[in-house]
């Protein structure tokens, strides 16, 4: 099978055991919306909308988005921080 083959595979697939780090690559997207005035919770229902999230798994996507968002907005605030101190 070729390496083109898999990646077209890969974009449909759907992963059999959902965890945080399934969903952590979204999160970019789910800010992009938030800039254009969405909450977390609807731009993760638009998500759903799309089929880049399965209906069943929203509320696991919202919460794991959202603490992968809010991890994210600390890193760059200690980062801030330390830029501040030095």
Same mark, same amino acid.
């Given at each position: 099978?070729?390496?083109?083959?898999?990646?077209?595979?890969?974009? *449909?697939?759907?992963?059999?055991?959902? !965890?945080?780090?399934?969903? $952590?690559?979204?999160?970019?997207?789910?800010?992009?919306?938030?800039?254009?005035?969405?909450?977390?919770?609807?731009?993760?229902?638009?998500?759903?909308?799309?089929? $880049?999230?399965?209906?069943?798994?929203?509320?696991?996507?919202?919460? !794991?988005?959202?603490?992968?968002? /809010?991890?994210?907005?600390?890193? $760059?605030? /200690?980062?801030?921080?330390?830029?501040? *101190? $030095?």
């Amino acid at each position: 099978m070729k390496i083109a083959d898999l990646l077209t595979k890969a974009q *449909g697939a759907t992963p059999q055991v959902e !965890s945080r780090a399934n969903w $952590a690559p979204l999160a970019p997207v789910v800010e992009a919306l938030k800039g254009n005035g969405f909450t977390v919770w609807k731009a993760v229902a638009w998500l759903v909308q799309e089929k $880049a999230v399965p209906a069943k798994q929203q509320r696991n996507a919202y919460h !794991s988005i959202l603490r992968c968002i /809010k991890r994210r907005e600390a890193a $760059a605030e /200690k980062a801030k921080d330390r830029k501040v *101190g $030095a």
